[in-house]
């Protein structure tokens, strides 16, 4: 079985000195510890906050890039850059995890379609479109106000290209319009590489079932998010109201402006563990979600995307992706065939993937 991950948010991580040879004691993902869980491959997202526009985020990401690039050179004996899942198989016969790559909002795409050409030549494979603002391809699911009510005209054309390049179009994070337009834009299938579902835990990133219905009629996919606030409402309201949580967004920023201070650092690391110290959903809550999709739409329709490293808290009893298979555990409890767990694990995914069109060509 090839156990995948859609989203995780390590190259922020790779870029404020976590080396990844290492297992970290307060990291979500290192190679020793996606041994442990056996993980074969990943996608590692390219994170451009929403704050970035214009040519800072596009600096941002050469960053971001260059960073993933040098770790896989110093660790080429643990990890490749990857593109296909052909080449990922082969990877795991050879002791090899493979890293793929995506873009987490796509605002470095400016208004330059030339540069998707540029970002797929790099060996970006998917493309989440907006993060936590609008930007000039879409409307996100956090802003209050929207700028185009779905898709810009732009962000069609953005569409219409990835469909032609063979890149994923990720919906997580876009507005509901913008859903529904990527829908009647894409000629291919799309995918939520991080997402829950709304009818379980009320919240503007989730889907709701009829999103997850019309993306599954299209054949795509939705990746399980394990970000306690997206899988708990409940959750989301204690984390908002705690001293922690307010005190952590100084404390998180101060450690972001400039990550190999020390003081910063242990106090952002100290406050990561007070997080873990709050009444958490259990990783289970994730299978419940599982369950969800597979009620509405089967088995053909779901899989796993952490986003670790990118979310500051996680479920109780998955501190890292050491204890995915926790998950797997789960789900045979639950009745779940080995069939059915290879899909969630991997095959739902790179069924969606092969149909984007994507191919090896680094």
């Known amino acids: 079985m090839f156990v995948l991950d859609s989203h995780c948010d390590t190259?922020?991580?790779?870029?404020r000195g976590r080396d990844l040879s290492k297992?970290?004691?307060?990291?979500?993902?290192?190679?020793?510890?996606?041994?442990?869980?056996?993980?074969?491959?990943?996608?590692?997202?390219l994170y451009i906050s929403a704050e970035l526009t214009g040519d800072a985020a596009f600096e941002y990401y050469g960053r971001l890039l260059r960073g993933v690039h040098e770790t896989l050179n110093v660790n080429s004996e643990h990890a490749v850059l990857t593109t296909s899942e052909q080449q990922a198989l082969i990877n795991k016969e050879l002791g090899l995890f493979s890293v793929f790559l995506g873009l987490e909002n796509g605002s470095p795409i400016g208004k330059s379609l030339d540069r998707l050409t540029d970002f797929h030549n790099h060996g970006i494979r998917y493309v989440t479109l907006c993060?936590?603002?609008?930007?000039?391809i879409c409307d996100s699911c956090a802003s209050t106000v929207k700028t185009w009510n779905?898709?810009?005209?732009?962000?069609?054309?953005?569409?219409?290209?990835?469909?032609?390049?063979?890149?994923?179009i990720d919906v997580s994070h876009i507005s509901d319009d913008s859903f529904y337009d990527v829908l009647k834009y894409s000629s291919r299938p799309v995918v939520a590489t991080h997402s829950c579902c709304r009818t379980l835990a009320d919240h503007p990133r989730n889907m709701t079932d009829d999103m997850i219905r019309a993306l599954a009629a299209e054949g795509g996919v939705v990746?399980?998010?394990?970000?306690?606030?997206?899988?708990?409402?409940g959750f989301g309201k204690l984390l908002s109201g705690s001293e922690v949580?307010?005190?952590g967004e100084d404390v998180e920023a101060a450690f972001i402006s400039d990550p190999f201070n020390d003081e910063y650092r242990s106090e952002w690391f100290k406050v990561l563990r007070e997080l873990q110290e709050l009444a958490r959903p259990s990783y289970k809550v994730i299978v419940d979600h599982i369950d969800h999709v597979v009620d509405l739409v089967g088995i053909?329709?779901?899989?796993l995307g952490s986003d670790f490293d990118g979310i500051a808290v996680t479920p109780e009893g998955l501190d890292d992706i050491s204890m995915i298979p926790l998950l797997f555990d789960e789900m045979r409890h639950r009745g779940y065939s080995e069939t059915d767990i290879e899909k969630i694990a991997s095959k739902n995914f790179f069924r969606v993937f092969s149909a984007s069109g994507a191919v090896q060509s680094l």
Do not use: T, W
Request: hydrophobic share 40%; glycine share 10%.
């Open 245 to 247: 949580m307010k005190r």
């Open 131 to 136: 993060h936590s603002a609008d930007n000039e």
């Open 23 to 45: 297992d970290n004691p307060m990291a979500h993902v290192d190679f020793p510890k996606l041994k442990r869980g056996g993980v074969d491959g990943a996608f590692f997202a």
């Open 300 to 303: 053909d329709h779901v899989g």
């Open 150 to 168: 779905g898709l810009s005209p732009f962000g069609r054309e953005v569409v219409r290209e990835m469909n032609r390049l063979g890149m994923l």
């Open 11 to 15: 190259p922020s991580q790779i870029i």
């Open 223 to 233: 990746q399980i998010n394990f970000y306690p606030v997206f899988l708990d409402a």
